[in-house]
């Protein structure tokens, strides 16, 4: 199976702040990477996939990159809604595994 | 407006067994591969198994094979999870997930979930 390293787990943010959150697969994925949004209490929500095709309706401040093994989210300006829980997860292959997730609280 | 309700959760002792459902709407359901995905409480995602369209291909995650089975109606546009001999390690929130359109295993939408608790 495809471990997915997620760094960090946690961070603290003001609004308006740039944030990035870095997954790391364990082996080559070639671009099969999703991020997802959740929210407590909620189901995930899909942000973007093929690590940097924005899902429609999803704000142009949600960016993704990487290539190989590893990968990134940035959050260009964060919003008070952004506050959430983010998770990548990898499609190359089943099973589909997920990064431990990252917790974006407000500072 | 894609929706998906899932149903059937609830508290079973260990070695009990369970059945989730979940009912679809706003899309047309035969287009698709579905899933199960669980989140237990305070921990991540774990994807748990995955149904073809036509319900001829079926993958489940190591940790359930042999104890779960996904299955469909797709006259019903109804998802299912047959659990049995349930595990404490079991409870979770158990979400009903659409995968993309092209069948790869990216969930482009989601249930509100059903709790299960397994617990004497």
């Known amino acids: 199976d495809i471990q997915m390293t997620q760094s960090p787990s946690s961070l603290s943010a003001s609004v308006g702040d740039r944030v990035t959150i870095t997954c790391r697969a364990s082996?080559?994925?070639?671009?099969?990477l999703v991020w997802y949004q959740q929210k407590p209490g909620k189901a995930p929500k899909l942000l973007l996939y093929?690590?940097?095709r924005l899902e429609s309706g999803v704000p142009f401040r949600f960016s993704g990159r990487g290539s190989g093994t590893d990968y990134t989210l940035t959050i260009s300006s964060l919003q008070p809604e952004d506050f959430a829980t983010y998770y990548c997860?990898?499609?190359?292959?089943?099973?589909?595994?997920f990064g431990q997730g990252t917790k974006v609280e407000i500072k | 407006e894609v929706q998906l309700v899932e149903s059937g959760g609830g508290l079973v002792q260990p070695g009990g067994s369970l059945r989730l459902s979940c009912a679809a709407s706003?899309?047309?359901?035969?287009?698709?591969?579905m899933s199960w995905v669980r989140q237990a409480p305070g921990k991540g995602l774990e994807w748990v198994a995955n149904?073809?369209?036509?319900?001829?291909?079926?993958y489940y995650v190591d940790s359930v094979k042999g104890r779960f089975t996904i299955s469909r109606d797709n006259a019903k546009n109804s998802l299912y999870l047959q659990m049995n001999s349930l595990r404490a390690e079991d409870t979770a929130v158990y979400y009903c997930?659409?995968?993309?359109?092209?069948?790869?295993?990216?969930?482009?939408?989601w249930g509100q979930g059903t709790l299960v608790t397994v617990s004497s």
């Open positions: 997930a659409r995968l993309e359109v092209g069948g790869n295993p990216l969930f482009d939408n």
């Open positions: 706003g899309f047309t359901y035969t287009y698709y591969w």
């Open positions: 149904i073809h369209q036509d319900g001829t291909e079926k």
């Open positions: 082996q080559v994925i070639t671009n099969s």
């Open positions: 093929a690590t940097s």
């Open positions: 997860q990898q499609y190359y292959s089943i099973p589909p595994t």
